[in-house]
């Protein structure tokens, strides 16, 4: 449903009153607080919990409904598979979304399905570049790698876009490791290029045709034309071999414990392991220069980065032992493969087997891949049948999880949260992105908000209290109202960052309850101006605090003055002269427009002093209604806040 807050919020009697809304980066007062974005019911958090769907949407604009997330009964989401995807992957998808496999599209062609799914699933092959997620228009909210490396996939283009990008990342760790055992071990005893010299000389077809009808002439031409290299093929030991194995995470400690088992000395490089972890497996963790200059042979196993790109290049090459051997089933651009042929031809590089390549397919003409010292294989490293149901399993799980709204424990691009921790701040999660909604309709001026300070009040332990889910949901809060863009936990610091919204945390410990993780959330919104001036503190920021009781969130306290007011509607907040009759008077006017009020609450400086009176409405006042509140004697200032 489209609302625009602005056309009430033009009703407020203050001396502040205005329709320029706060902007960020300031905007003009034409902009409306529109929630007409058609629903994308995705990528929320969904806590089962008493109020069932507890947690408000992270991935709509779901003012007032505060509830998700599934896809409705009526409309099942779309799932785009764009690359081959294990059956048992396949069968749990269909389960739950209309899903389109088509294989090898064109950019092009994949750019216009994307526009219609909510899901991507691809592996390697599929390039989903900033122009996808554009060409999405915001409607795929999650994509799915079924396998590790996400290189294919740009990760700050789905950041921006709001779409979480989750990954595959354990179950082709094995396959990958045995295929890279399976390179060393062909490469040192020259399988390949044996088999290729046995088989050359005879063309199959014609192999076929003469066995089937000169059988004996067949075998004779056999063997006239194969060859029988027993001395070309001599090949090297493995056992008392040093391999270095660079980037030992999953594959490359797997690696490591099979080259263990074969005898060989492993030793690794990874600055980002720690060293427990390798020794564990008898393997000693050494610098980058000292692993390849004492390796014989050498297995690459890190991600493909800015700091890995071309990591084995002229200068790295030069630094290794003569007749080294190179496996590499990471990613191609790893190495520097034109270097990699100067290595081959000027024998500092005895071997290499290589699975991956910086462009795949490689060119025809490659010199790499025609080079007689190199074995090749076309990106096979995850291509069991086992991987392959595993990875689909696996992807297809997290792909329906963060469709239902659940964060992915294998999110790539959004923090990963325990479920424990987001079930226990599921309230909480729906009061910060209300506190976040109300406070940004109370700035006024052009001066834009640029700094927000949230105080949480908690007994628990610091560490004990993972507040990002809080701090993008109040980011949500803030920036929704302001402009068309939608903010969800996956692009919700970036957008702030853009914004230019400073955004700090402080934690204060109160001696409370250990047993809920907060008392209270407090946001505090610096140097700008109010509409409402009794939202602003003594120290001059527009504040706001909340807690939840019983499940349900509450406003506590505006400005200076503590209350507290159900958020499960629509707020009036009033400052009034402390005198009898105010509440009966707003009572009469909202119930004569039928407005029901479900909850009140004054707070006061003092008896017969100034007073807040809040009011939470279920129903949005009219005009009217608003302009009759304001005309009540008492009332000094006061505004309807949506929420
Ligand atoms: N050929 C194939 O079909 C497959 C290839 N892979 C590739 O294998 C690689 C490793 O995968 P996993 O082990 O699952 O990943 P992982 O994340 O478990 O391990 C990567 C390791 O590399 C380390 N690393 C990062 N930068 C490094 C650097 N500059 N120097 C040394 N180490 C560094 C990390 O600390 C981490 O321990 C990835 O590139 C992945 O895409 C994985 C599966 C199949
Ligand atoms: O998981 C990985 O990183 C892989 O390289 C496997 O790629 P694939 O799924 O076989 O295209």
């Not at 449903?1 to 009153?17: K, N």
């Not at 056999?222 to 090297?236: E, I």
């Not at 007749?323 to 990471?330: S, T």
């Amino acid at each position: 449903m489209a609302s625009s807050v602005t056309a009430a919020l033009t009703l407020i009697r203050s001396p502040a009153m205005t329709t320029n809304f706060p902007s960020i980066l300031p905007i003009s007062s034409s902009v409306s607080l529109s929630t007409s974005r058609p629903p994308s019911p995705f990528l929320g958090l969904r806590v089962a919990g008493a109020r069932e769907a507890t947690i408000s949407d992270l991935g709509r604009k779901s003012h007032g409904q505060g509830l998700l997330v599934v896809a409705s009964a009526s409309s099942r989401p779309f799932v785009l598979v764009a690359e081959k995807l294990g059956e048992a992957g396949l069968s749990l998808l269909r389960d739950f979304a209309e899903v389109d496999c088509s294989y090898n599209l064109s950019p092009e062609e994949l750019r216009a399905k994307v526009a219609q799914s909510d899901a991507l699933i691809v592996r390697s092959g599929t390039k989903v570049t900033r122009e996808v997620f554009q060409a999405s228009k915001g409607r795929l909210k999650v994509v799915g790698r079924a396998g590790v490396g996400i290189d294919n996939v740009d990760l700050q283009a789905a950041t921006e876009n709001g779409c979480l990008v989750v990954n595959a990342p354990t179950a082709n760790t094995i396959a990958a490791a045995e295929h890279g055992i399976a390179l060393l071990s062909g490469m040192a005893r020259n399988i390949a290029q044996a088999d290729a010299s046995m088989k050359a000389g005879i063309g199959m077809p014609i192999l076929v045709y003469v066995y089937a009808f000169w059988n004996l002439l067949a075998v004779n031409m056999y063997a006239a034309g194969s060859k029988w290299l027993r001395n070309k093929y001599v090949g090297t030991s493995l056992v008392g071999k040093t391999l270095a194995v660079l980037g030992f995470g999953k594959v490359g400690s797997e690696v490591a414990r099979r080259a263990k088992g074969l005898g060989m000395h492993v030793i690794a490089h990874d600055p980002y392991t720690p060293a427990e972890k390798a020794h564990a497996l008898g393997v000693e963790l050494v610098p980058f220069d000292k692993a390849i200059s004492v390796a014989d042979f050498i297995s690459l196993h890190m991600p493909l980065t800015p700091t890995t790109a071309k990591v084995l290049n002229d200068e790295t090459f030069a630094k290794m032992k003569k007749g080294v051997r190179i496996i590499n089933v990471a990613r191609g651009g790893v190495i520097d493969e034109d270097a990699l042929v100067r290595a081959l031809d000027n024998g500092t590089v005895a071997q290499a087997a290589l699975d991956v390549f910086t462009a795949e397919p490689p060119p025809k003409d490659s010199k790499l891949v025609l080079h007689e010292n190199v074995t090749v294989t076309p990106h096979l490293g995850a291509s069991t049948v086992e991987a392959q149901e595993g990875v689909a399993v696996e992807v297809a799980e997290a792909v329906i999880g963060a469709l239902k709204g659940e964060l992915a424990a294998t999110a790539v691009n959004a923090p990963m949260v325990p479920s424990e921790v987001i079930s226990e701040l599921a309230p909480y999660v729906i009061l910060a992105e209300r506190l976040g909604r109300l406070i940004v309709q109370l700035v006024a001026g052009q001066s834009g908000i640029k700094g927000v300070k949230v105080v949480y009040r908690s007994a628990r332990n610091p560490d004990d209290l993972d507040t990002r889910i809080l701090r993008a949901m109040i980011t949500k809060g803030i920036i929704e109202p302001i402009s068309s863009l939608f903010v969800n936990i996956v692009n919700a610091d970036y957008t702030a960052k853009q914004r230019g919204l400073r955004i700090s945390e402080e934690r204060v410990f109160v001696d409370s309850c250990t047993e809920t993780p907060l008392d209270s959330i407090q946001i505090h919104l610096t140097n700008v101006g109010s509409k409402f001036a009794s939202a602003l503190s003594d120290s001059g920021d527009i504040t706001l605090a909340g807690r939840v009781k019983d499940g349900v969130p509450h406003l506590t306290l505006v400005g200076s003055f503590s209350i507290d007011v159900s958020l499960e509607g629509n707020v009036i907040l009033c400052r009034n002269v402390d005198q009898p009759g105010n509440i009966g008077k707003v009572g009469k006017i909202l119930g004569e427009e039928n407005v029901n009020i479900n909850f009140m609450s004054v707070g006061r400086t003092a008896p017969k002093e100034l007073a807040i009176m809040a009011i939470g409405v279920d129903e949005e006042p009219g005009k009217g209604t608003l302009k009759k509140i304001g005309e009540i004697q008492a009332i000094e200032e006061f505004v309807f806040l949506k929420i």
